[in-house]
Structures are given as structure tokens and as C-alpha cells.
């Protein structure tokens, strides 16, 4: 990433400018400029302001409201009103959102405020608009980050596909109205949702574009860029590490598997390492056990987890969190073919445990058997892996909740704290022993499907992963669900949802803390 940085002195006409000003570029085109403004609302100068309120608020601007009958609006939560000033501002259009009630006030309602301000100025296809990020009762610095959390990820549109890109409108200012000093959270807040439109966007791309050998290229690109130490393992290496698990799921596919590993601040052995790790199927057809062709396209998603893992390796860098952070994922398609593994075939891996296979559609959970097994032996303080392993899961969350299991409470308890943070909410499931025993093969140590009907699947693909884990602290992320948006909300669009970046960093970063 270039990140280029301009500094405005305090005290510019006619509006009293300071503070940061950002600029980024990536790969996908031009990002959101954020710029701090400290000047009241009424003296801000743009084509819009946008400004949030309680229901317990009193209405702003009342020579502006007296055009407004009180039917139109209330404070209620999304409720939006826009008005034309008709040159009585120095902003043209006023947008007004509702947050609700004061007691039921959430953090994420202020990223939804940003999200609705930034489709509206490109609605009106305006290059930039203000937003007053000074909402009565909340930080500063939490508001700030949260409204431009929002603004960046409404701003994103899954458009590198499209030839005629100047159909959709670019929003390229965000004004953020406060008098606090809040350029720390304007920069975290930046960091953090570019990140996580990265991860959408790469995800966009189908198995076609996204083949694993591509995948590696776009990690080593990225440690060029970060500075990240970078190592991609090949078939031949695997063959002779005897990761037979990630090779028996890769037998069938025309493409060569791959391993990759990224380390952040590697050689700073004093700091506590922690290690991330990413399901990367670049498409999921079941194999032999293969998929109804109904929505199958969407398992060109089901490499989200290797993905995230990258935005999760870019954020931690730029934040610079204080710990050693591993990055890693294998990659590899799943598809049915004359060499591909066959039902009832028993694979050794990595650790010594053998498998049976009893359905090539689990496939997700041989390959993380290997990684996970791979990178425990360095012994970080905590692991975390994210995958969408299960079907079963959206069946028990649907979209909303991220499935979280785990064999450590205090990993499990910070991690659902994030996710009340970030809103890429959680729910813990339980990992009793008898879920570990739904899992005993009759021909093998362990089979890759618990039960013929199903029972428990979410659980039990999680309790097979725990055999993998040795002594280590462990999380598993189950993302099937989430990973993709099928119904645009507040500040993310139809497509890949990028989620699990921030609620992995805000998690390294309270563990870092400690
Ligand atoms: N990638 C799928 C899980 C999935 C399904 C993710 C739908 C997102 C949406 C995974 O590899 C899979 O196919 N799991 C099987 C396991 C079963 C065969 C035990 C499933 O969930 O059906
Ligand atoms: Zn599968
Ligand atoms: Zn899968």
C-alpha cells in the first residue's frame, strides 16, 4: 500500500481547517480521502452534511425545520430525512439520520450513519460530503472511527468485472465534522475497513482468476509491501513433509497446491506470537461427493478464510500492533476428476493421525488438519483459524453470527468482545468430549464426517479440528454464512462481506494488551 499523508496547518479560511488528511490508492482505484474538520456544523461548507441523532435529541438547525411537518421525520433508527437548504447554508442538502433511543444505543448504528451519508453523496453523485461525527453521550474517538468505518465500506462496490465503471460514482471526500482530536481513530478506522474491501474485493474474484497459485502471488505481493516475511510450500515439499491431507483434497484438481506462510515482525522474538490460519479452497465442488449445481457459484467464497487471513496480515502491520503475527494458508480447488480421492479412502496426516474420508465434500477440514497440526508445532500463545467449513452452520446462525468454538474460555471471552466491538458478532458453541467421539472412525483414528444425518456438523467438523491443535489455545471461526452478503444492509453491499478482519484484529489487539 502507498499511503500518503498531507498535513494542513490549523486556522485555514473560511472554514477552520486541521488535523489529517489522508490519501490512499489501491489496486482497486481511489479510496475515501478523510479530512478533520473542527468547525460547528452550521459553518460547515460542502454539497451535504449528515447529521446523526437520538430520539431524546433536540432537532438541529431549527430555522432549516420549520419547512419540515413532524410526520416527515423522527429520530428512529435508520430513519433518514433530506432536505435542501435552498442557499440558507453553506451546505446544500442536509441529511439527518436516526439512531434510536439512547439506551438501546449500539456503536454500529454510527458505522450505518456513515455508510447511509456516503450512499447518499453518491446517490447525488457528490465528490464529497460532511459528516458531524459529535454524537451526544458517545467518544469522540469510538464515533469517529465508526462513522468512517462505515463511509469506506459503503463507499466499496464489487465493480472490477465491470467494463463501464463510470456508471457507479466514486465518493472521494469524507469531511468528518468534530472538535476532538481524533486523527488516531480516523487513521485506525481507515486501516481497518481498507482492509477489509481488500479482502472483499480479492474474494470477488472466481475460481477462474483466484487459483491457488494466484493466491500466492497476491500474499507475496502483499509482504512485499508490508515487509512481511513470506514462504509458499509446493506439492513436492508437502509430498515430502507428508501433509497427505491438503494432497489427498488437491488429487483431483488440475492445479498444484500451495502453503503459504507470512510472518509479521518475525524476527522481534520478544514479542508474544500469535498465528491466524485460513481455509483456502478456491472452489468447492464436493469432489466425488459432489455439490447439487444449485448455488455453486458461491463456492468460489469458500476460499474466504485464506483471504481474511491476508486483510488480517495488512491491518495488524499498518496498525502495527506489539506482537509476532503468523499468517498462513493452503490452497487448493476441490473437484471431482479420475484421480481425485474417493469416499472410504484413508489418508495419513501430518501429525500421524489417520482419516477416514467418508464424504470428499468435507473437505475444508483436511486441509486445515494439516495446517493447523503444522503451525502448532511453533507454539504460539493462541491460534485462530477461520473457515467456512459448514453448511450446518448457517442452518444454526444464518447470517448474523459468526460460529465460534474454542478450548480456552479467556480466548473465547476476548474474542466475543470483539465481536460486540466491531459488530461482526459471535456465538460459542460447546466442544464436549462426546463430540469428539462422533468423530471415531471404524477403520481409522478419525472420520471426516461425524454422523450420516448430519447431527451436530458445525460441532463435530470443529471438534475433527481439534485434533490438530496439540497443547496449543485455539479459536476456530466457522464463517460459512457470513462470508458473503446476499441482502445489502447498512454499509455493506450485495457480495463478499470481508468480515472476520475486524474482528480477528481488535482481538490481537486486546490480547497484545495483556
Ligand atoms: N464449503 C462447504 C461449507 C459451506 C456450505 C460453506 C455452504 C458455505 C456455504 C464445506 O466444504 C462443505 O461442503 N461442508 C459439508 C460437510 C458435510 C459433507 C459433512 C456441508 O456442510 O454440507
Ligand atoms: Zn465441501
Ligand atoms: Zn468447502
Known amino acids: 500500500m502507498s499511503l500518503r499523508q498531507s498535513w494542513k496547518g490549523p486556522g485555514l479560511k473560511p472554514l ?33 452534511l449528515a447529521v446523526a441523532l437520538m430520539e431524546e435529541d433536540k432537532l438541529p438547525f431549527p430555522e432549516l425545520m420549520k419547512s419540515m411537518r413532524k410526520d416527515e421525520f423522527e429520530p428512529k433508527l435508520g430513519m433518514t430525512y433530506t432536505l435542501d ?13 436516526g439512531l434510536g433511543k439512547k439506551e438501546d444505543f449500539n456503536l454500529d448504528f454510527l458505522r450505518r450513519f456513515g455508510g447511509t451519508a456516503a450512499r447518499y453523496a453518491a446517490q447525488l453523485k457528490s465528490a464529497s460530503f460532511s459528516i458531524s461525527a459529535e454524537v451526544k453521550g ?3 474517538e469510538d464515533a469517529a472511527q465508526a462513522v468512517c468505518e462505515g463511509a469506506v465500506l459503503a463507499n466499496y462496490k464489487p465493480i472490477k468485472f465491470k467494463t463501464k465503471k463510470e456508471d457507479y460514482f466514486d465518493v472521494q471526500e469524507l469531511n468528518l465534522v468534530t472538535k476532538a482530536d481524533v486523527s488516531g481513530a480516523v487513521k485506525r478506522a481507515s486501516i481497518l475497513a481498507e482492509a477489509q474491501n481488500y479482502v472483499r474485493d480479492f474474494n470477488e474474484d472466481p ?20 515487509k512481511l516475511a513470506f ?5 513436492e515439499e508437502m509430498r515430502k513433509k507428508k501433509m497427505n491431507a491438503i494432497l489427498a483434497v488437491n488429487q483431483g484438481s488440475a492445479l498444484p497446491p500451495v502453503l503459504v506462510v507470512l510472518e509479521y515482525n518475525r524476527e522481534k522474538k520478544n514479542l508474544p506470537l500469535y498465528a491466524v490460519i485460513g481455509k483456502g479452497i478456491t472452489f468447492d465442488s464436493g469432489g466425488i461427493s459432489l455439490k447439487p449445481s444449485k448455488g455453486m457459484q458461491d463456492m ?11 486483510g488480517i496480515m495488512r491491518a495488524a502491520s499498518e496498525l502495527q500492533l506489539p506482537i509476532r503475527l503468523i499468517g498462513t494458508f493452503a490452497a487448493t480447488e476441490n473437484m471431482p476428476s479420475g484421480s481425485a480421492q474417493k469416499p472410504g479412502d484413508i489418508i495419513t496426516a501430518y501429525n500421524g493421525k489417520t482419516i477416514e474420508v467418508l464424504n470428499t465434500d468435507a473437505e475444508g ?46 480466548l473465547a471471552d476476548a474474542i466475543s468482545r470483539s465481536g460486540d466491538r466491531t459488530f461482526e458478532r ?55 454464512g457470513v462470508d458473503n452478503i446476499t441482502d445489502r444492509h447498512g454499509y455493506l453491499e450485495k457480495g463478499a462481506s470481508g468480515m472476520g478482519v475486524r474482528l480477528v484484529v481488535e482481538t490481537l489487539k486486546s490480547l497484545a494488551k495483556k
Not at 85 to 96: A, D, E, M, P
Request: aromatic share 10%.
Open 365 to 410: 477440514r483436511l486441509i486445515l488438519a494439516d495446517v493447523l497440526a503444522y503451525v502448532a508445532e511453533r507454539k504460539p500463545e493462541a491460534m485462530i483459524d477461520l473457515a467456512t467449513l459448514t453448511g450446518a452452520m448457517i442452518i444454526c446462525l444464518g447470517k448474523h453470527r459468526i460460529g465460534l468454538f474454542s478450548n480456552d474460555d479467556k
Open 138 to 140: 458517545v467518544a469522540a
Open 231 to 235: 514462504t509458499a510450500m509446493g506439492k
Open 85 to 97: 437548504t435552498q442557499g440558507k447554508t453553506g451546505f446544500r442538502k442536509l441529511l439527518l439520520f
Open 426 to 480: 459471535v456465538w460459542r458453541f460447546p466442544l464436549d468430549k462426546e463430540y469428539y467421539e462422533m468423530n471415531k472412525g471404524d477403520f481409522a483414528d478419525i472420520k471426516n464426517t461425524g454422523s450420516e444425518t448430519g447431527d451436530a456438523g458445525s460441532i463435530t467438523a470443529a471438534a475433527f479440528l481439534g485434533e490438530f491443535v496439540g497443547e496449543c489455545k485455539w479459536a476456530h471461526l466457522d464463517i460459512a
Open 207 to 226: 475460481a477462474n482468476i483466484a487459483t491457488p497459485q494466484k493466491l500466492a502471488e497476491v500474499a507475496k505481493q502483499l509482504a512485499k509491501e508490508r
Open 300 to 310: 468460489k467464497y469458500d476460499k474466504t478464510g485464506a483471504v481474511t487471513v491476508l
Open 16 to 48: 477552520e481547517e486541521s488535523l489529517l488528511n489522508l490519501r490512499w490508492f489501491f489496486r482497486y482505484g481511489v479510496c475515501m480521502r478523510i479530512t478533520v474538520r473542527a468547525v460547528d456544523p452550521e459553518y460547515v461548507k460542502d454539497e451535504i
